[in-house]
C-alpha cells in the first residue's frame, strides 16, 4: 500500500536560504536529483564570555566584533539522486553531523542551499524524538504525526514497524524503560518504514548489534531500489563501501573528495596518520662492525650473519608521523622510522580481509647492542592482543652485535585474517645474546622471555583499518577476532 | 507575511497539534493519584480562597450600590473573568521556555517548532472549556439560570486566542536568545494580574486613569466575558472589535517574528 502524508507541507521541496540573503537558484534541471546541496558553508560564533555574545547583537551593525568565527563547514556541494547511496565520511569533528542538520532542515547555512525535495525523515540521534514518558506504541505515532501522517496512515503502517522493531511486548511500556538497542531499532523502524523519499542515517546505528546492523542495511537496499535517496554517515567503512555508490570525505569542514565510494575510503585511511615529517634516514646501511671487545667472538648458527640488507625500504614520503606515540625506554635506541604499505610499497591504512600488510620500522642504536629483535604487535579497539611476532619467532637472520651509531631496518608482513574494524599497532626492539639468539630452539617460553633485553617500544604507533575483502559475498565470514584456516564438508545418510 | 499561508500551514499539521495537546493534558495528569480530577480541583480551589480573602475578609464589594450582593455571585462574577485571564497567564508563563526547554526538537528531529505555541494556548483553552463548564454549573445552581448570550462566547474567545497565539510566538523566539524572558515574563504578568479588572469592574477605576486601563487589550476581554456569561448583555461591539483587530495585529506580527528568527535557534541551544 502506498501510502503518502497529508500534509502539504512535507510532501513539497523544500530549500533553506542562507542566512544573508545569498541565494542561488536550485539546480533543479535534473528531475532525478533528490538533495541538493551548493556551496554550503557553517560558521559558527564563539564567545569568549556570554555577554560578549550579547554585545555583538547590540553594538555589531557599527562594526565591533567581540566572537571568533569557527568554521563548521567549508564550501561543500554535491547531488543526490533517486536510489541512490551516498556516503559521508571524515575524522570526528569533520563536520559530518553539521551536513546532515542542514540537509534535513534543522541548521540553516551561513552560506550557500541545500534543496530537498520529497519527505526526509532522519534518524540523527538515538530516541530523541521520543518522549520518554509514553508508550512506545504512543511514541510511534507521536513520531507519525511529526511526519505528517494521520492516525488512519499510521494504523496502515503500525505492524510493519513494530514488526520490524522486533522489541516485543515492550511496545506498550514507556520509552524510558528501553534499552538503547530497543531504542534505536524502534526509532530506526519508524523512519524507514515510512517510505520516505529521503532517508538520512548519522551514526546511531552503530549502537545496534550485528543482527540489528544487517537488518537496517537491508532495509535500506529496499528503499534504494524504491527509488528512495540515501545518506549514511558512519565510521564503519566496510558499510559504507557495501551500500553508498558514492562518498563524500570532509575533513576540518572542507570536502577533500567526492565521488567513487572506495576511492574516498582509501583517502580517508590515508589521513588516519598523515605522512607529516618524513625520517630523513633511507639509506642503505651495513649493520655491522667488527667485534669488539666486549662481545663474544663466537658467531655460531647459522642464523647470525655479519652484515646484511633487506630486499626493499619504501620511500621517505611513506613514513609515519608517529610523535604523537609514546615510547617507552628511550635510552638505548631510538626510532627512526615506521612505515606501513602494501604489497607494492605504497602506504596503506585500509587493509582487506586477508590482504597482506607490510611493517617497515628502524631504530638507530644509541649504544653498543647485542642481537637486534625487532617486533609489531597488533590490538583491537578493545585493546586485545590480537597478534603479535618478534623477529626472532620467525627465525629471521638477524646480526649478532650492533654498534653504537648504526641502524637496524625490519620488514615484517602480516597477513591479515582478522575481524574487519579498526587496529592500532605497537613496533619495539628487543635485544638478546649472540648465544641465547643461537640456542632459541631448546629454550622454553619462558626461558626465552628471560633472556630478552628490552630496549625501546613505541606504543600505538599508528593505526589501520581491516575491511571485507572485495570479492566476498558476505562481510561476516567468521566469528570471532581470527579468522583461522580450515576447511569443513557435510554428509548427508539416509537409511 | 501571508495570513492564508500561516493557516495553511498551521492546519496542515492539525493532526499534530491535536495529538500534543492530548498529551500534554496526559502528561500533566500521568501517574498522579488524582490524575485529571485536578483539573477541576485547581481552578476551584483558588476560587473559594479569591472569594473568601476579597469578599469575606476584605469586605470588597462588586458594586457600591448594592452592597447586599451575596458571596456566592461575587465568586462567580470573579471566575467568569478569571478564567480568560488564566489562559492568558498560563500560556504566557510557558511561553518563553517552550523552545529552550526543547532542544532535541530543534536539532535532532525535523519538528515544525510554530505548533508548539499552538499547542500551549490549546492546552489552556481546553482547561478553560473545563472551567467554564464547572461556571455554568455553578450559574446554575446559585442564580438559577444560565444567560442565553453565552452563544456569544466565541466571540468573545476570539481576541484572547489571537493575543494569546501572536504573544507566545513573540517571547517563545525570545525565550531562546534572552533567558531573561522566563523572569520577566512572570513579574509582567503578576502585575497585570493586578491591572487587569478581575477583581473589580472597570468603572471603579478613576476616571481620570481609566484610558491606561483601555489599553490593555484584557480588559475588554475580562469584560466581554462576564457581559457574556454574568450580565446577559451582548458584547460592546465597537470595544470588541477594536481589540479582536489589535491582537490580530498582534497574531501575525508574532508569526512573523516567529518564522523569521526559527533558523537561528539551533545555533543557540
Known sequence: ?495 | MNPLEMIRRLWGHRELILQLIGRDFAQSYRNTYLGALWSLLNPLLMLLVYTFIFSGILKARWDHTDPSMPMSSFALILFAGLIPFSVFSGVMHRAPQLIANSPNYVKKVIFPLEILPVVAVGSALVDSLIEIGILGIGLALFLGVVSPTVVLLPLAYLPLIFLCLGLGWFLASLGVYVRDTAQGVQVVTRMLFFLTPVFYKTDAVPEALRPIWRLNPLTEVVESFRRVLIWNETLDWERWLAVTVVSGVILLLGYAWFMKTKVGFADVI
Open chain 1, 1 to 495: 500500500m502506498d501510502v503518502k502524508g497529508t500534509s502539504p507541507i512535507l510532501a513539497e521541496s523544500r530549500s533553506y536560504q542562507s542566512l544573508d540573503g545569498v541565494a542561488e537558484t536550485a539546480a533543479q534541471h535534473d528531475e532525478e536529483v533528490r538533495i541538493s546541496v551548493r556551496n554550503v558553508s557553517k560558521a559558527y560564533r564563539l564567545y569568549d564570555r556570554p555577554q560578549d555574545r550579547l554585545k555583538e547583537e547590540l553594538f555589531g551593525r557599527f562594526g565591533k566584533r567581540y566572537g571568533r568565527n569557527f568554521w563548521a563547514l567549508r564550501d561543500v556541494s554535491f547531488d543526490v539522486r533517486h536510489g541512490e547511496a551516498v556516503g559521508i565520511i571524515g575524522r570526528n569533528g569533520s563536520g559530518k553531523s553539521t551536513l546532515l542538520q542542514i540537509i534535513a532542515g534543522i541548521l540553516a547555512p551561513t552560506t550557500g542551499e541545500a534543496h530537498v525535495q520529497g519527505r526526509v525523515t532522519a534518524l540523527l540521534e538515538l530516541g530523541s524524538g521520543f518522549n520518554r514518558q509514553f508508550t512506545g506504541r504512543e511514541n510511534v505515532y507521536l513520531n507519525g504525526a511529526i511526519l505528517g501522517f494521520s492516525r488512519k496512515e499510521m494504523d496502515a503502517l503500525f505492524d510493519e514497524i513494530v514488526a520490524f522493531a522486533d522489541i516485543g511486548d515492550f511496545i506498550d511500556q514507556p520509552v524510558k524503560t528501553y534499552s538503547s538497542g530497543m531504542h534505536v531499532r524502534l526509532a530506526f523502524a519508524v523512519q524507514a518504514c515510512v517510505k520516505p523519499d529521503i532517508l538520512i542515517v548519522d551514526e546511531a546505528l552503530s549502537v545496534g548489534d550485528i543482527f540489528f546492523q544487517q537488518k537496517c542495511h537491508a532495509r535500506m537496499e529496499k528503499l534504494l531500489t524504491d527509488n528512495t535517496a540515501v545518506i549514511l554517515v558512519s565510521h564503519n567503512l566496510g558499510a559504507v563501501q557495501k551500500y553508498c555508490s558514492r562518498a563524500i570525505l570532509l575533513e576540518k569542514g572542507q570536502p577533500l573528495f567526492e565521488g567513487d565510494a572506495a576511492e574516498a575510503i582509501k583517502r580517508y585511511s590515508l589521513l588516519q596518520r598523515s605522512p607529516g615529517t618524513y625520517r630523513n634516514s633511507a639509506q642503505s646501511f651495513t649493520a655491522n662492525n667488527p667485534a669488539t671487545a666486549l662481545f663474544s667472538d663466537q658467531v655460531a648458527s647459522a642464523d647470525l650473519q655479519d652484515e646484511g640488507e633487506i630486499s626493499f625500504w619504501p620511500s621517505e614520503h611513506t613514513f609515519l608521523d608517529y610523535s604523537s606515540a609514546t615510547p617507552i625506554g628511550e635510552d638505548w635506541a631510538q626510532c627512526t622510522g615506521i612505515a606501513l604499505c602494501d604489497a607494492n610499497g605504497n602506504p596503506c591504512r585500509v587493509f582487506q580481509h586477508g590482504q597482506e600488510a607490510y611493517f617497515y620500522y628502524e631504530f638507530e642504536a644509541l649504544q653498543d647492542l647485542l642481537v637486534p629483535c625487532g617486533s609489531v604487535v597488533l590490538t583491537d579497539r578493545k585493546n586485545i592482543i590480537v597478534h603479535g611476532k618478534a623477529t626472532y619467532q620467525y627465525w629471521a637472520k638477524s646480526f649478532p652485535h650492533v654498534p653504537k651509531g648504526a641502524r637496524v631496518r625490519f620488514r615484517q608482513s602480516i597477513a591479515l585474517n582478522l575481524r574487519p574494524g579498526q587496529y592500532t599497532f605497537d613496533v619495539a626492539l628487543d635485544m638478546m645474546k649472540p648465544e641465547d639468539y643461537a640456542s632459541l630452539e631448546s629454550m622454553s617460553a619462558r626461558e626465552i622471555r628471560a633472556k630478552i633485553v628490552k630496549l625501546i617500544r613505541i606504543h600505538q604507533a599508528g593505526a589501520f583499518s581491516i575491511i571485507p575483502a572485495v570479492e566476498k559475498k558476505t562481510a561476516w565470514n567468521h566469528f570471532g577476532v581470527c579468522d583461522l584456516p580450515g576447511d569443513c564438508e557435510i554428509g548427508l545418510y539416509k537409511d
